[in-house]
T-cell receptor, first 115, second 113 residues
């Protein structure tokens, strides 16, 4: 069964460093998403991406964050200069279409720890 | 803006007992409602969704949920749980014209032998 894969499963980085989280969405999907979950808090929407551009983003997704689809398979989230409060589980998701009745498939997450 | 409240952070229940996980939402516009499950070390998996029509929605693994507009609730139920149902369950909502999901804080269901 096709699945969304995320690498690495756990990343530790020093405060102020740049980090790139990688995702391989399901191959025929067109919409891509990033969510995050700070420990003990809710899963929060960060950004959605379609046709090589951001279609929606939340207040959390400030200038420190960027997304890219560098080739035909990967979808990345870059945090330019990490802060302690960026420590969280980051989930990538993809869907065939953008309609809400289209299921979004989630990856297993990347746990980012900023020290 | 919409929000989701999951009233119970932890629900322990014995195997073969029924369970209800509660979810309330608030929104000024029409919404669609979802339940996701997360097993340990795995991603979020869709259990069921309410878009329109019948207010009783059946999902995978024997779960069902009922949309109650007057009480703004979307509680998840299963008549008889198994050990394998132990997981974290998330209620989520989205506006009818948007794609982003707003999640609740999650309920950890632990099924005891």
């Amino acid at each position: 069964e096709p699945e969304v894969t995320q690498t690495p499963s756990h990343q530790v980085t020093q405060m102020g460093q740049e980090v790139i989280l990688r995702c391989v969405p399901i191959s025929n999907h067109l919409y891509f998403y990033w969510y995050r979950q700070i420990l003990g808090q809710k899963v929060e929407f960060l950004v959605s991406f379609y046709n090589n551009e951001i279609s929606e983003k939340s207040e959390i997704f400030d200038d420190q964050f960027s997304v890219e689809r560098p080739d035909g398979s990967n979808f990345t989230l870059k945090i330019r200069s990490t802060k302690l409060e960026d420590s969280a589980m980051y989930f990538c998701a993809s869907s065939e279409a953008g309609a809400v009745n289209t299921e979004a498939f989630f990856g297993q997450g990347t746990r980012l720890t900023v020290v | 803006a919409q929000s989701v409240t999951q009233l119970d952070s932890q629900v322990p229940v014995f195997e073969e007992a029924p369970v209800e996980l509660r979810c309330n939402y608030s929104s000024s516009v029409s919404v669609y409602l979802f339940w996701y499950v997360q097993y340990p070390n795995q991603g979020l998996q869709l259990l069921l969704k309410y878009l329109s029509g019948s207010t009783l929605v059946k999902g995978i693994n024997g779960f069902e949920a009922e949309f109650n507009k007057s009480q703004t609730s979307f509680h998840l139920r299963k008549p008889s749980v198994h050990i394998s149902d132990t997981a974290e369950y998330f209620c989520a909502v989205t506006r009818s014209n948007a794609r982003q999901l707003t999640f609740g804080s999650g309920t950890q269901l632990t099924v005891l032998p």
